[in-house]
């Protein structure tokens, strides 16, 4: 589902990759040891983590246990701190599908 969802929203546009390329179903590896929730609510913290560490290259850095009160925390002041950044100094993101006066 993941590749249509890219290929229809455009995210392949101008990568030179054939539609037929585009649609092939994404590789599914798992990984080992990974960090696991407790509970039915918290995975949205630990697919955003899991996500900060491997872009990051750190993934055997990844701690087995997080803190997730703090990590929600941390979130919460990153994206507080990140939007008002942004109307303190008057940019914008340049997505056409966000509002404009959100």
Known sequence: M??????????????????QE??????VKMVPKLPQQKNDGDCGIYVIKYAEYFIN??????????????VRKH????????????Q??????DNDWVPKDV
């Open 88 to 93: 303190v100094e008057n940019y914008d993101t």
């Open 2 to 19: 993941i590749p249509y969802l890219l290929f229809h929203t455009g995210f392949f546009e101008g990568k030179n990759i054939p539609e």
């Open 57 to 70: 290259e750190m993934l055997k850095e990844m701690p087995k246990i997080f803190n997730i009160a703090q």
């Open 75 to 86: 979130l919460a002041t990153q994206l507080y701190v990140y939007a008002k950044r942004k």
């Open 22 to 27: 585009a649609l092939k179903p994404l590789v």
